[in-house]
């Protein structure tokens, strides 16, 4: 028997570039956090928004058992900022963190994964990152370069 050495897993996700017709959606997006919820196993149990009354941005928290997952979202400038964290055994926070990233189609994502509760040792305790960026944006941003380059004066 395997007894693992954390308590609970942390995905943290900033999307950028998300997109802006289900990024503005409140209604939409509480509903998808809930359906993600059910489908991952988080054991949702109440979902929590706020919104200021002259503000663009919103915050959607779903308290769950041994876990939450909040969404920090800005349609202004297309950026939301998600934390997944679980440690109740039959939850999924990877799958549910595709869940999110899915919704929100993001053309790039950071994404940390961090055991919380590690009793390892101290160099067990960096976070690791994760880059995600859509195909297209690559290769916009590789035909800018070439462009560049192509364009170069060359020296005689």
Partial sequence: MNKKKYTGKL???DMYNCYAV???DIAATEK?????????GMQLCEVVHHKEEDQEEYCLFAICKQGHVTLHIYPEI???ATDIFSCYPEADPAGMSRCVRDYFDADKAKITLLDRGDFGSENDMKPHHHNNTRL???????GGKLKKIMLKPRSI
């Fill in 32 to 40: 998808a956090l809930v359906d993600g919820c059910a489908k991952y």
């Fill in 136 to 142: 297209i944006r690559r290769t916009q941003n590789l």
């Fill in 22 to 24: 289900t990024i503005a």
């Fill in 78 to 80: 297309g950026f939301v």
């Fill in 11 to 13: 995905i943290a996700i």
